[in-house]
Each structure stands twice: as structure tokens, then as C-alpha cells.
């Protein structure tokens, strides 16, 4: 990122949730244009409203996507199409009869057209994704396509400047909308993860290895294989692999549904390591194969039976001392109580995330906290639907833009030729 990019002095906006392009935003004036000539203002105009509208964009691409003609929309009240079939508009003299004064339709505000003057950026891919709030700026989406976080109707979309054409459906990886949208970690938690990362990059000592090869196991769940040394790194993470499946495929009763969803992570780690084997090491998922493995194994095969004394309604909690105290709490109690546990577990703390969990919405986001109307968005799957594309209509351009209609008519009026 080139220095000055939110200047303070220059004021110029960008497609950014950062404060000082916030404070910006609150400061921004009209162009003055009394003591220039036309062609400085609409210079002028053009440079302010390009360093908002894909600025990411060479100016001789953006001229080749530039059209003069601009969609709009009319709407028709449809209580009168209903009622008349206009024969009424050759009554009278043949210039319609004039209705009584409380009888008159409203009219329609201005359409506001020259708003709609960067429409064709919308179509691009990381505009998109900024707009459907995956990214916290359009650099930030642009980093996220060219890294391969982006899908396109289910395949793999590279190329931040792809035209979405309306049905398309992009989705974004949840950890990068989860990493972009929420706050970042202070000086604690960056250090808790720092010591994560440590101890999964040491390698187990002998004496580790002892102890993980106690018999522990129980027969329906075979423990991990050791992995020999003299063999390549890309085929120690393949026989890993290939242990993972064989735990899932397994039946067993100790196998639950947590564990399940452990494996399935940790085999989704392994092919992320097998394309950037830089990562994490053979040794450290092997590790954490032998966690989960052990976690197996010390989970109960069947619940014990409940006390007479305890309710159905009070949670399964971790020690004996909180599962007695549960057992004393009226019924307001323990709503509240499981409504807690619900968010612990849907929002944990992780501190191996690369943003501050339980996880939080960044500062200064409720500013730019809006969706336009020709996108949907599911927020919960990371996943939104370019319906169509933009339009203006009475009173309303659906392109989002900081500048008034005089700036944005002068910035069209520039990209005519005709000075």
C-alpha cells in the first residue's frame, strides 16, 4: 500500500472501513468551482470520485468498461393501470381532463442517473465482495480472490476483476471473513498464540512418545501408526491422511460427534499443509492426530444414570462441583445458564485464530454496515447472490457513492470525450 493512502490533508475517500477514511467521509465537501473552468472541474470531479470507485482499476481499463447509457427503473402505480385503460388521457379537448386537486398524483422524485456512473465496477468480483461486508476494504477482497478464498458458482476464482452476471452465487472462506470483519488481538493474545504456534512446531520428545503409547486405546478405535523417518515429508502427511479416514470410517461407540468434526478439521488441515508444506510440519500433526486420538478414548461409552434429584432441563457441565450447583438453580437459572453455554460453544476462545476470539465485530464497522439491494447475502455460510445488476429509480441510485450528483455528472461528463 502506497503511503498517503488515507491523507488527512487531501481528502479523498476509499472503499475502506478505516477511521481515518471514516473521519474523512465526515469532513467531505463539494469540489469548489467558482474559480475553475469546466475542464478543471470536471478533472477534478473525475479524480475524487475514481480514487473511491475502483481505484484498484488502471484508468485505460475503466475507460474501456465506461458506458454512457445508464439502467433505470420506472415505477407505474398500479391502482390506476387497474382502473383506466387510457382512453381517459383523449377526454376533454384531446389534452385529458384535468383531475380535482385532492385527486392528483404525487410526483415522483428526480431519478438521480449521473449517480450511476461507476455502475460497471459493481459487476466486478472484489466489489462485490466488499459490498456484501467479506472484507473490511476492496484491497482486502482483492487479497482474498488472488489467494484462492473465492468460489464462483462452486469453482475456485482467482481473478479479482471476473464480471459477476446476475444469478451468480461468490462465497468466501469463513476464518477470512471471520479474520477481515472482526477485531483484532491485543498484545495478550497475540502472545497466547505465539505460544501455541511454539509448541506445535517443537518436536515430541522421547518420553512424550512413551506416554502416548500407553494401552489406553480401546480396540474399536486403532491408535495412529508411527511414521519412519526415512521417508518424505509429503508422504508422511499422505499416510496421516490416510490414518484420519480410517479412524472416521471405524465404527465405534466412542467415536462421537465431536470427534468426528475433529478429524474432519485435521483432514482438512493436512491437505492445506500438503499445498504449502512450509506451514506446519508432519510431526506436529501427527501430534495432534494422537490428541484426538486420546480424547477418544477418555470419552465415556454411555452417560451414567441420572440422579432422581436432578432435572432433565440442567446441562451437562465439566466437574461434579458446577453439576451439583446446576442442580440447585429454578428454571429462569438455567435457561440463562444453557443459553450461556450455547454462545461458549458456538463463539469459543481460541487464541491459535488470527483475530481476538470469542469473536467481535471490528471497531468502526457500523458505518459502512449496509448491503445494496441488488446483492443477497447469507452471512452465516459466507455466501451471497448477485441478482442483477444495478439500477437508478426515482429518488434513488443503487450504487453506493460518497458524492453528490453534481460531482458524479461532472466526473460522467469527463468520461464522454467531449471537452
Not at 385503460?85 to 389534452?95: I, P, V, W, Y
Not at 452465487?169 to 511454539?198: C, H, N, S, W
Not at 467415536?255 to 506451514?279: E, I, Y
Request: charged content about 25%; hydrophobic content about 30%; aromatic content about 8%.
Amino acid at each position: 500500500m502506497r503511503k498517503r493512502f488515507h491523507g488527512l490533508k487531501r481528502i479523498k475517500i476509499r472503499q475502506s472501513w478505516n477511521k481515518y477514511n471514516l473521519f474523512n467521509l465526515s469532513r467531505v465537501e463539494a469540489p469548489k468551482v467558482s474559480e475553475r473552468t469546466f475542464f478543471q472541474q470536471k478533472w477534478t470531479a473525475k479524480a475524487l470520485t475514481r480514487a473511491y470507485h475502483g481505484e484498484t482499476v488502471r484508468e485505460k481499463q475503466w475507460t474501456r468498461m465506461f458506458r454512457r447509457t445508464i439502467r433505470s427503473v420506472v415505477p407505474m402505480d398500479y391502482t390506476m393501470l387497474a382502473e383506466k385503460d387510457g382512453s381517459e388521457q383523449a377526454e376533454g379537448r384531446g389534452s385529458g381532463l384535468e383531475p380535482p386537486p385532492d385527486q392528483k398524483p404525487k410526483p415522483y422524485p428526480r431519478t438521480p442517473y449521473l449517480n450511476m456512473t461507476y455502475a460497471p465496477t459493481e459487476r466486478r468480483l472484489d466489489t462485490a465482495i466488499f459490498r456484501a461486508l467479506f472484507a473490511s476494504s476492496t484491497r482486502q477482497a482483492r487479497q482474498f480472490v488472488v489467494h484462492g478464498y473465492v468460489r464462483v458458482n462452486g469453482k475456485k476464482m482467482i481473478y479479482p476483476g471476473y464480471q459477476l452476471n446476475p444469478g451468480d452465487m461468490f462465497q468466501v472462506e469463513p476464518d477470512r471473513v471471520l479474520y477481515a470483519t472482526g477485531a483484532p488481538k491485543d498484545k495478550f493474545e497475540r502472545r497466547a498464540g505465539r505460544k501455541i504456534r511454539a509448541k506445535y512446531s517443537k518436536k515430541p520428545s522421547t518420553s512424550e512418545g512413551s506416554d502416548d503409547a500407553g494401552p489406553q486405546t480401546p480396540k474399536s478405535v486403532p491408535p495412529p501408526e508411527p511414521i519412519p523417518t526415512n521417508i518424505s515429508p509429503k508422504e508422511n502427511l499422505q499416510s496421516l491422511l490416510s490414518q484420519a479416514k480410517e479412524l472416521l470410517t471405524t465404527p465405534s461407540t466412542s467415536l462421537t460427534a465431536k470427534r468426528k468434526q475433529d478429524l474432519r478439521a485435521f483432514q482438512r488441515t493436512v491437505k492445506r499443509t500438503l499445498g504449502r508444506p512450509k506451514t506446519l510440519t508432519a510431526t506436529s500433526l501427527d501430534g495432534q492426530l494422537a490428541e484426538i486420538v486420546a480424547r477418544m478414548t477418555t470419552a465415556p461409552k454411555t452417560r451414567p444414570a441420572s440422579s432422581p434429584s436432578s432435572t432433565p432441563e440442567v446441562p451437562e457441565l465439566s466437574t461434579p462441583e458446577l453439576q451439583a450447583e446446576a442442580v440447585t438453580l429454578d428454571s429462569n437459572q438455567l435457561r440463562t445458564l444453557r443459553d450461556a453455554l450455547k454462545d461458549a460453544r458456538e463463539n469459543p476462545v481460541d487464541p491459535s485464530k488470527p483475530y481476538a476470539t470469542p469473536w467481535r465485530p471490528r471497531e468502526w464497522m457500523s458505518a459502512f454496515a449496509f448491503v445494496p439491494r441488488y446483492l443477497e447475502v447469507h452471512q452465516r455460510i459466507c455466501s451471497a447472490v448477485y441478482l442483477r445488476h444495478p439500477v437508478a429509480r426515482p429518488g434513488l441510485a443503487e450504487v453506493p457513492t460518497p458524492y453528490g450528483l453534481e460531482t458524479n455528472s461532472l466526473a460522467h461528463n469527463w468520461y464522454l470525450r467531449r471537452r
